[in-house]
């Protein structure tokens, strides 16, 4: 892209001066690497291997770890414009996530400054029909509603019924999950869930982060990453266990059930867009 930053597929384009000065800005012991995570796009996996060059917060890299107390103030206020804030949790932590659901936000992403020099942003996309694939403890609830033995089949889909799957396919959980998580339910954004404008609004939040990855080839994308921050461990494979790797999309929706991948598919348009927009 044409701001220099790390692209998706690990293609890395002449480095704009912003992106040069907050790279220097993070050797220097100034920058903080902030994961704009959505539910299962490998938060988990790349906390692990930020852990591994340097401090994080617990769990995810969200919760800070007693006495320190700082990660989470910006996370929670959107009050990103503080520069003391900022500081104090660099003194802390090298790397933090904030994640993000439909619904959990209270202040717009567009209202944070990502621009800052002392902010390097991350971003992971992945795959929309793969996410919905992942299972949680929402969906496990949501879902034990209408079928009561469901906690026990949450990450089996090969025991899913057809009946299971249209209620699932039906739900909240797998409607442009990612878009409408990078909308939050401030003023701001009121009225762009689900839409193509929405669609719009995400994207120019995007096109402001700083490093952009594709769960489809994390490794790729961090060995980049790091080795532009002066990571001591570049690629995961030595500090994360290898990610699982499953059957595709399509062959896991009820063992290939091509009219619930269409009505998926079709679901989420706007969600592919994104997807597409983030590794082009």
Not at 107 to 134: G, K, Q
Request: with cysteine.
């Amino acid at each position: 892209r044409s701001d220099g930053r790390v692209l998706s597929r690990s293609l890395v384009n002449e480095l704009s001066p912003l992106v040069e000065q907050k790279i220097a800005q993070y050797k220097a012991g100034e920058g903080l690497i902030v994961n704009v995570h959505i539910t299962h796009h490998a938060g988990t996996t790349l906390c692990n291997w930020a852990r591994a060059n340097g401090p994080t917060p617990n769990f995810a890299c969200m919760q800070p770890r007693s006495p320190q107390k700082a990660a989470r103030i910006p996370v929670l206020s959107g009050d990103w414009n503080n520069e003391t804030i900022v500081r104090q949790v660099r003194n802390d932590f090298h790397f933090i996530a904030s994640e993000y659901a439909p619904g959990r936000a209270h202040y717009s992403l567009l209202s944070i400054p990502w621009e800052h020099p002392n902010i390097i942003s991350v971003f992971v996309t992945r795959d929309p029909i793969s996410r919905l694939l992942s299972g949680d403890g929402r969906v496990t609830k949501y879902m034990t509603d209408f079928f009561p033995k469901f906690k026990t089949t949450v990450r089996d889909h090969e025991t899913w019924t057809q009946e299971m799957w249209w209620v699932y396919a039906q739900s909240h959980f797998t409607a442009n999950y990612a878009m409408n998580s990078l909308l939050s339910k401030s003023k701001e954004d009121l009225g762009f869930h689900g839409t193509r404008k929405g669609l719009e609004r995400v994207k120019s939040l995007l096109e402001r982060l700083t490093f952009l990855l594709d769960a489809a080839c994390l490794d790729d994308g961090v060995k980049t990453m790091g080795k532009l921050l002066g990571f001591k461990h570049h690629g995961m494979d030595t500090v994360v266990r290898a990610n699982k790797h499953h059957a595709s999309p399509l062959s896991r929706l009820d063992h290939g059930n091509k009219t619930l991948w269409d009505f998926l598919m079709n679901k989420n348009k706007l969600d592919t867009e994104l997807h597409d927009f983030a590794v082009n």
